[in-house]
T-cell receptor
Framework: ELKVEQNPLFLSMQEGKNYTIYCNYS?????LYWYRQDPGKSLESLFV?????AVKQEGRLMASLDTKARLSTLHITAAVHDLSATYFC???????????FGKGTRLSVIA | EADIYQTPRYLVIGTGKKITLECSQT?????MYWYQQDPGMELHLIHY???????EKGDLSSESTVSRIRTEHFPLTLESARPSHTSQYLC??????????FGPGTRLTVT
């Protein structure tokens, strides 16, 4: 069974602090996606990771993929309030299998 | 920029009514998906399609039906709406097993 686990599911962090969100998956894959969702909105794509060792950065967010460990991380540097949102990881498999999404990490950045 | 559209964006309807949620994409993607999501919660895949005239049920048992007569169009129909159907419905599309692009969502309330 394909499983994707994110942790933590809820995260409250202070502005200026660093933190990492983890995404573990159960079956070999070499493609992983991170999405952001603001309250009441839809999902928007953040990062596409398509190979072992892939690292992508945008602003205060950096995502990486370790296919051997079946692990992706989303690192937040010096958090600001605008980063408050829910972050989903999704794992892709070959064939016609849809992406498998984690349950999401609800991030709240407080002053 | 992804072009995927959903109508209506908001709908309040009485119990027992038949409703159709529309989803269209202009990217020529072969795969399309419907998700149900309660506010701040995980995504539940309810239907997906590999291409024209192909539809599959997702992980969440649903009383809805879908059709895929044209590549760009993937409507979702509820034959008899119930209060338990109150939720947000997200449509997405992708090319093969690649990244999914999401529409803005339809927020449905059944009274």
């Amino acid at each position: 069974e394909l499983k994707v686990e994110q942790n933590p599911l809820f995260l409250s962090m202070q502005e200026g602090k660093n933190y990492t969100i983890y995404c573990n998956y159960s079956t070999t894959s070499d493609r992983l996606y991170w999405y952001r969702q603001d309250p009441g909105k839809s999902l928007e794509s953040l990062f596409v990771l398509l190979s072992n060792g892939a690292v992508k950065q945008e602003g205060r967010l950096m995502a990486s993929l370790d296919t051997k460990a079946r692990l992706s991380t989303l690192h937040i540097t010096a958090a600001v309030h605008d980063l408050s949102a829910t972050y989903f990881c999704a794992v892709g498999y070959s064939g016609n299998t849809p992406l498998v999404f984690g349950k999401g990490t609800r991030l709240s950045v407080i002053a | 920029e992804a072009d995927i559209y959903q109508t209506p964006r908001y709908l309040v309807i009485g119990t027992g009514k038949k409703i159709t949620l529309e989803c269209s994409q202009t990217m020529g993607h072969d795969k399309m998906y419907w998700y149900q999501q309660d506010p701040g919660m995980e995504l539940h895949l309810i239907h997906y399609s590999y291409g024209v005239n192909s539809t599959e049920k997702g992980d969440l048992s649903s009383e809805s039906t879908v059709s895929r007569i044209r590549t760009e169009h993937f409507p979702l129909t509820l034959e008899s709406a119930r209060p338990s159907h109150t939720s947000q419905y997200l449509c997405a599309s992708s090319w093969g097993a690649d990244e999914q692009y999401f529409g803005p969502g339809t927020r449905l309330t059944v009274t």
